[in-house]
């Protein structure tokens, strides 16, 4: 029984008073309208997701996972339900306001990686910082600085020796690696990650999986959607979306073949 509930959100809420806030979604609910017909790709879904939280959301193709993860980043606003960012209502922002918090506090990995093959892999990262805006009362980044994070941010998933090469140099996990470092670089609130594993083999998925697991245990608060229930166990939390809604006792279907 204990087992059954560690795996849902309430004991995210039960442990709520030891840690910060990170994301809030209440009651959200998503309809796409298209000409002659309505899907509801979400609806009543809950979720909060405290600092140093590893949530993984899954559930079959076309469930909602990248709808709810489109939202989560500030791609897309629910049809309704309200969303918190850190404390901050971000429900009802304009698109310029939800583009500037998006670049200051949510780092995206994708399936497809999404590297520039005519950039280095140093390029490729130093971007995120170049074009983010500057907050007022606060400086541009120097060049120097630029490097420092860089590097640094190379270092964490173990690729300062490939700061030089393009992309297509590289093998696929190593192009995921980069991607990951990219995420990382400007210091998010939270890294949001759509099947991070979906274009590697075995072998590299299972350690692109075993990295993010390291970060999140050295403070990175990570929500990873996925289908795949075996990558779905590295998060400390499961959650299960079924037809647009969260399926609150999940473990149940975690490892059965379907
Ligand atoms: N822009 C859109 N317009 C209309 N319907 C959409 C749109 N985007 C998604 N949908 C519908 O919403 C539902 C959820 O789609 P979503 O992409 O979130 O699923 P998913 O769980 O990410 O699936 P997959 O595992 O295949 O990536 C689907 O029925 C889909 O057809
Ligand atoms: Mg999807």
Do not use: W
């Not at 489109?70 to 049809?79: E, V, Y």
């Not at 594993?197 to 993010?212: E, F």
């Amino acid at each position: 029984m204990t087992n059954l509930k560690s795996t849902t959100n309430n004991v995210i809420n039960e442990s709520a008073n030891k840690k910060e806030l990170c994301l809030q979604l209440s009651n959200i609910a998503k309809v796409f309208r298209t000409q002659d017909m309505e899907t509801h790709a979400l609806r009543n879904v809950d979720l909060t997701i405290y600092k140093g939280d590893f949530v993984s959301i899954s559930g079959p193709s076309g469930c909602g996972k990248s709808s709810l993860l489109a939202i989560m980043g500030l791609l897309d606003s629910p049809t309704s339900g309200s969303y918190h960012i850190v404390g901050k209502d971000v429900s009802q922002l304009d698109v310029d306001m939800r583009a500037e918090i998006r670049n200051k506090s949510i780092g995206f990995i994708f399936q497809s990686f999404n590297l520039i093959d005519e950039l280095s892999v140093f390029e490729n990262i130093a971007l995120v910082l170049r074009y983010r805006e500057v907050d007022k009362g606060s400086k541009e980044l120097t060049e120097s600085e630029i490097e420092q994070a860089v590097h640094n941010a190379l270092a964490q998933v173990d690729m300062g020796h490939r700061a030089g090469h393009k992309p297509n140099q590289l093998s696929g996990g190593q192009q995921q690696r980069i991607a990951i470092a990219r995420a990382l670089v400007g210091k998010p609130a939270i890294l949001l990650v759509d099947e991070p594993t979906g274009n590697l083999d075995s072998k590299n998925g299972d350690a692109v999986m075993a990295l993010l697991k390291s970060l999140n245990k050295a403070g990175t608060t990570i929500c990873m959607v996925t289908h795949d229930t075996r990558y779905a166990e590295f998060a400390d939390t499961q959650m299960h979306l079924l037809d647009g809604e969260m399926i609150t006792e999940p473990v149940l279907m975690i490892g059965k073949a379907s």
